[in-house]
């Protein structure tokens, strides 16, 4: 089932958007910088573990 993992990205979102809003009450630029960075980071790291995974596991015409 994949209501675990859609709960898991709730919570994960709300908690990234919580901590963005708090701290752009106190300080708007790094309130800024995290959210673009969280983001970023996000992309990248998922990026990452893709080329890890297509370099992993063998090309499915390579098995016939």
């Known amino acids: 089932s994949a209501a675990p993992y859609a709960c898991s990205g709730v919570t994960t979102y709300s908690a990234l958007a919580t901590d963005t809003v708090l701290l752009v009450e106190t300080d708007p630029l790094w309130g800024a910088a995290y959210a673009l960075g969280s983001v970023a980071?996000?992309?990248?790291l998922a990026g990452l573990g893709l080329l890890?995974?297509?370099r992993s596991i063998p090309a499915a015409e390579s098995r016939s």
């Open 52 to 54: 890890i995974a297509r």
């Open 41 to 44: 980071a996000g992309v990248a």
